[in-house]
T-cell receptor
């Protein structure tokens, strides 16, 4: 089983719909991150959380919200999806001890029509 | 503005033809530079971390180096299985955020 699991793997939705992407991890890491990846723009940080009570905005948080339900779970919500949120979304985790190596999930491909 | 730039965008090599990928950065308060490999349909996979100018790390056919302005990922005698997108990221700033480059897509032809 994967250490960082994202669900769903693929999702097609319509403009204006609310959608939630979920991430769970079995690595026991405190830090979790949400990124989006677009062709030509690379990975951009949406939100990050250093522990259950700590949530921080990243580079491109507008239009997104997150919830850290437990150490192992970090969800990303699009309250009212729009077409330019079509992208590949990745969740990542890292440990507070040692080098800040990030471990990524397999990604969620989201299409907003 | 913090920025990470990778070049070239794409690189095609014959098997055994060595080359280098470049990652240049302009950030304040660099804490570390990371190299990742990304295969199609998968998330990035960690390769190396470099912390200070002059540092080098090696793994099989890959060697990463760091200067004050840039990092190189040297690929020696590549094989087709080295084909992937290679991402560079820097950790910097007071929030210790990560900034990723757009990647270099490497294709190694048998």
């Amino acid at each position: 089983d994967a250490d960082v699991t994202q669900t769903p793997r693929n999702r097609i939705t319509k403009t204006g719909k609310r959608i939630m992407l979920e991430c769970s991890q079995t690595k026991g890491h405190d830090r979790m991150y949400w990124y989006r990846q677009d062709p030509g723009l690379g990975l951009r940080l949406i939100y990050y959380s250093f522990d259950v009570k700590d949530i921080n905005k990243g580079e491109i948080s507008d239009g997104y919200s997150v919830s850290r339900q437990a150490q192992a779970k970090f969800s990303l919500s699009l309250e009212s999806a729009i077409p330019n949120q079509t992208a590949l979304y990745f969740c990542a985790t890292s440990d507070t001890a040692g080098p800040d190596i990030q471990y990524f999930g397999a990604g969620t491909r989201l299409s907003v029509l | 503005e913090d920025q990470v730039t990778q070049s070239p965008e794409a690189l095609r090599l014959q098997e055994g033809e060595s080359s280098s990928l470049n990652c240049s950065y302009t950030v304040s308060g660099l804490r570390g530079l990371f190299w990742y490999r990304q295969d199609p349909g998968k998330g990035p996979e960690f390769l190396f971390t470099l912390y200070s100018a002059g540092e080098e790390k090696e793994k099989e056919r890959l060697k990463a180096t760091l200067t004050k302005k840039e990092s190189f990922l040297h690929i020696t005698a590549p094989k087709p299985e080295d084909s992937a997108t290679y991402l560079c990221a820097v950790q910097a700033g007071t929030g210790n955020q990560f900034y990723f480059g757009t990647g270099t897509s490497l294709t190694v032809i048998p």
